[in-house]
């Protein structure tokens, strides 16, 4: 036993001074296997320090450490750049060209002697240069997001002796076309050796690389690339087995050619799984070289059958199935270490995705990690993998390379649907030769942004443009469209884009812009987040992925089960009509949770149920019945929830059937009631309550409750806004010529409203003041009974084109604490994006975001839906608002824009009660450019409404 204990120990010291851990000894001591040793970190969680020297920019000039990998700007190096300020030159002053200069050493294993060593880059930022041991590792590699390796096989030490590798990494490439092509850019460059680097060790023999074609029918096709060439004794074999590790079919073997390095395997397995996001069912094959009766080399491969197929001016087919893409761009990237991630980092970002009921992501604009792809193979999405070139491109020598190290890495991934060839311009046409011999899947080649490839791509159209499109020859499937802002873009206009798209019959769907945003720790800055003002606050979430109202928006829109009724009649009977929008999957493998609830003070669960998904085949509708039973109107609201085959919550709907008057929550009970005249102002005791109204503006001036001030008043007022570049016929203003500069600051168009009438009347159980206007204003009547409510009711009139229309109080801003409210939430809305809030009670504290610096959602200002009651917490007290109608909005106070009020500038609205509320703009297009959600409102007739108000002070 004494001694197991000190070999067990002895081994654990052979495995440390080795630097191989626990699954690499492993590997290390299989001969036919591929032996693996991590000289970096795998990812940013675990990165290894290596010996770092920084040329210029901050603490340059010093030999010291880094983790790699790692971006050397988040860990304290060089100098902080964002690629747009020099777009489009190649070698600019004031470019940050500083270089990184590494030295690592290390061991490999005595058993490795004899075999073919490689060391492997992941990605490198930007051109590398290394040596080992004093000897040349390899040739200079220019190219930042591709791997490469280097065969180091005849100046490698083994055993105890140990290896020195000196790697010198230039931030800006010597090559202008890569300078152009990667760092020229609408995003942040960094520098350093960002990805993973680790060194493989083959047989003599080997198995080089291998590309796979599994079609949907179960056809098998490999191109197996092999290291040296073979004699005539030598065979390679295929066995398949299942994610699990069972056996399926019978293994392939066939036979090299003598002096070939390559052999093809074909073949054919029965009752198969496909691949698609839907179901994305993986395979495993193993390759075998055999020699004789000897096994030389295992290489393990994972894969899916599935089948992509174009049909010109029609659309894309997986399997068979025509397909609808609801994608979104993506960067790599966190905060805090910029391009380097980690396995979590990039299944979470897949998981994220998915949660928003997309099926789809677009690499912008270069490859990701593998990591990534893995995740998008084992959940399920579609993949465009692009080489780099945003508007610049690479020359063709450097091209042609990395194609082929992005496509030899890439290819076997079932979740890669097509191949990109630069973004906006950044095409180079001479190499797109180059990927379909590397590639026996064939798969789709853009150019995204042009008409290219059978698929017509352009980016940032109106919606008009859009239909315009949509009736080219070609399929329409935009690679970035609705540049999502701050609190602009994504959501706001998708309803409208995607009926028009999913309906059209030759488009494929389409990417959003963007993911998440690209904000970066600024360590030579405190901390802070920096998205470089506009230009990296694009995202869908935020930098560590906090979700914004849009998330939801898409997650709604963008459902593959969509339940249609907007109301439920008087007879309902549990019957929704709902539509499958997915693409492979039958709505009997969903299920579907419902339930009613109350809503008093608190909301109460009266009952739920459950019932299993119903038989409506993919891109079909049918009719979804629950057992409701048939007192189901004594509840305020039934919500059903839609759950995936695989248990992913995919919406919930929600209904109401009540008048708002109905949800009043007020307490209600005796007190007394007057009204006395004072100097200017008419003042209405109710109890505790004393109303002060000015005689001379008929508004309400001021409130007291038990004595103490609320300083709520100066209304109600009319309000009404419109964009400044806007004709009063609701068009684009040609005759401004400073219109261009007004088409994101909203104008008060309230228009002057002179008192006419002033008066009050005692009754038994009330006092009722009345204010009678000429103008837009017209009444406000305030009945104020000895029930202790107090209620407004309020008209106006306004003919002509307005973007929000309502009525106003003025409270200080800064007194406000919190909010808490029945009905749509907890996000904001905005015209043109009233998806994705359920109904409920909600609360958040006051908080005043600036967009693309600060980060806490939900926002507190801004306008709310379907509500039914709320209360506004301040420092003086409570101001509590109930509604009475069906369609009008909460206004509290105006939303606030970043600074560079990129998205819009509105006069300050108080807390308002809103009959028209604005649509909000992306990034590109105006308001009225994203559809007719999007339009102004020309608005005529009287518009009547009323509210209670209750007043609690502190």
Request: glycine share 10%; with cysteine.
């Amino acid at each position: 036993m004494k001694n197991n204990f000190l070999s067990f120990l002895l081994l654990c010291g052979i495995l440390i001074s080795l630097n191989v851990d626990a699954q690499n000894y492993k590997q290390a001591f299989s001969n036919t296997e591929t032996g693996i040793q991590y000289l970096s970190g795998r990812g940013s969680d675990d990165a290894v320090d290596w010996e770092f020297f920084c040329t210029d920019g901050r603490n340059s000039g010093k030999w010291t450490t880094v983790p790699v990998p790692s971006c050397w700007e988040l860990q304290g190096f060089g100098t902080y750049q964002y690629g747009m300020p020099f777009y489009g030159k190649a070698n600019p002053p004031g470019i940050a060209n500083e270089q990184g200069k590494y030295k690592y050493k290390f061991k490999l294993p005595k058993e490795w002697e004899g075999r073919v060593v490689r060391i492997v880059f992941d990605g490198v930022m930007t051109d590398y240069e290394a040596q080992i041991n004093g000897r040349r590792c390899g040739y200079p590699h220019q190219g930042a997001f591709y791997r490469f390796k280097n065969d180091v096989s005849d100046r490698i030490f083994f055993g105890d002796k140990e290896n020195v590798l000196e790697v010198t990494v230039s931030k800006e490439s010597s090559n202008p076309s890569v300078n152009l092509a990667e760092r020229r850019a609408d995003y942040w460059n960094f520098g350093g050796i960002f990805r993973p680097v680790f060194v493989e060790a083959l047989p003599a023999q080997f198995i080089d690389r291998i590309a796979i074609d599994a079609d949907a029918d179960g056809s098998f096709y490999a191109d197996v690339f092999l290291g040296t060439a073979m004699g005539n004794n030598a065979k390679v074999r295929a066995e398949l087995t299942d994610i699990n590790g069972k056996t399926v079919g019978n293994a392939i073997e066939v036979s090299v050619s003598n002096g070939s390095d390559k052999a093809i395997i074909k073949g054919k397995f029965d009752n198969i799984k496909n691949w698609t996001p839907e179901t994305p069912n993986l395979y495993y094959v193993k390759f075998s070289l055999v020699e004789g009766n000897q096994v030389r080399h295992t290489v393990k491969e994972r894969f899916g059958f599935r089948t992509i197929e174009v049909k010109p001016s029609d659309g894309i087919y997986i399997n068979g199935q025509k397909v609808s893409i609801r994608g979104v761009n993506r960067h790599s990237f966190r905060p805090e270490t910029g391009r380097t991630l980690n396995k979590q980092a990039n299944y979470d970002d897949v998981k994220l995705i998915k949660e928003m009921n997309m099926n789809a992501v677009r690499l912008s604009h270069y490859p990701s990690d593998p990591e990534f792809l893995d995740a998008c193979d084992e959940l399920g999405l579609y993949v465009m993998v692009e080489l780099a070139g945003w508007h610049g491109m690479y020359d063709s020598d450097v091209g042609a390379k990395l194609i082929k190290e992005m496509i030899t890495r890439d290819v076997n991934h079932p979740s890669v649907t097509w191949w990109a060839n630069g973004n906006e311009g950044g095409h180079n046409h001479e190499i797109d030769k180059e990927f379909a011999p590397l590639d026996p899947q064939k798969r789709p080649l853009l150019h995204p942004q042009k008409n290219f490839g059978g698929f017509e791509t352009m980016h940032y159209r109106s919606y008009g443009e859009s239909q315009e499109y949509m009736r080219k020859p070609e399929i329409w499937m935009p690679t970035e469209f609705l540049h999502a802002l701050y609190d602009g873009g994504a959501g706001a206009g998708l309803w409208d884009y995607w009926e028009a798209m999913r309906k059209h019959p030759r488009c494929a769907g389409g990417f959003i812009w963007m993911f998440a945003d690209e904000g970066v720790v600024r360590t030579d800055q405190n901390g802070r987040i920096d998205n470089v003002g506009n230009y990296g606050a694009d995202g869908i979430v935020g930098p560590h992925h906090e979700k914004e109202g849009s998330f939801f928006t898409v997650k709604q829109v963008w459902s593959p089960v969509q339940i249609m009724n907007t109301a439920l009649p008087e007879n309902f009977d549990g019957t929704f009509d709902i539509e499958n929008r997915y693409d492979f999957t039958n709505l009997k493998d969903c299920r579907f949770v419902w339930t009613l609830k109350t809503f008093g003070n608190q909301e109460k669960i009266i009952k739920t149920g459950e019932i299993k998904g119903v038989d409506i085949a993919p891109h079909a509708s049918g009719k979804l019945k629950i057992n409701l039973s048939s007192d189901w109107k004594n509840a305020d609201a039934l919500y059903v929830t839609a759950y995936s085959p695989t248990n992913e919550e995919l919406w919930t709907w929600d209904w109401q059937w009540k008048k708002p008057a109905e949800f009043y929550s007020f307490t209600k009970g005796n007190t007394s009631i007057s009204a006395k005249e004072e100097g200017g102002n008419l003042v209405v005791n109710s109890g505790s309550t004393v109303l002060t109204f000015n005689r001379k503006s008929g508004e309400l001036a001021s409130v007291k409750e038990n004595g103490k001030t609320i300083s709520f008043g100066n209304g109600p007022r009319f309000i009404a806004l419109r964009r400044g570049d806007r004709s009063m016929d609701m068009f684009y203003n040609h005759d401004d010529n400073e219109a261009r500069s007004k088409e994101r600051i909203y104008t008060d168009i309230s228009g002057e409203n002179k008192l006419t009438n002033f008066s009050y009347n005692s009754m038994n159980d009330s006092i009722v003041v009345t204010a009678d206007y000429f103008g837009n204003m017209r009444q406000a009547r305030w009945v104020i009974k000895n029930d202790g409510t107090v209620r407004l009711d309020y008209s106006y009139q306004y003919e002509g084109t307005v973007e929000l229309m309502g009525i106003m109080f003025d409270y200080p801003e800064n007194q406000v604490v919190s909010k808490r409210w029945l009905g749509e939430g907890p996000y904001r809305v905005w015209q043109n994006r009233l998806h994705g809030t359920n109904f409920g009670i909600w609360e958040n504290d006051y908080n005043d975001p600036i967009p693309g610096e600060s980060f806490i959602y939900p926002e507190f200002k801004g306008y709310f839906s379907n509500w039914r009651w709320t209360d506004v917490n301040t420092t003086e007290g409570v101001i509590s608002l109930g509604n009475t109608c069906e369609d009008n909005y909460l206004g509290i106070y105006s939303p606030r824009d970043g600074r560079d009020v990129l998205l819009y500038t509105f006069p300050q609205t108080g807390i308002s009660i809103l009959k028209v509320i604005p649509a909000v703009r992306n990034k590109v297009n105006t308001t009225d450019l994203v559809g007719p959600s999007s339009q102004a409102k020309w608005v005529k007739g009287l518009q009547q409404g009323s509210i209670y108000l209750k007043f609690k002070a502190k």
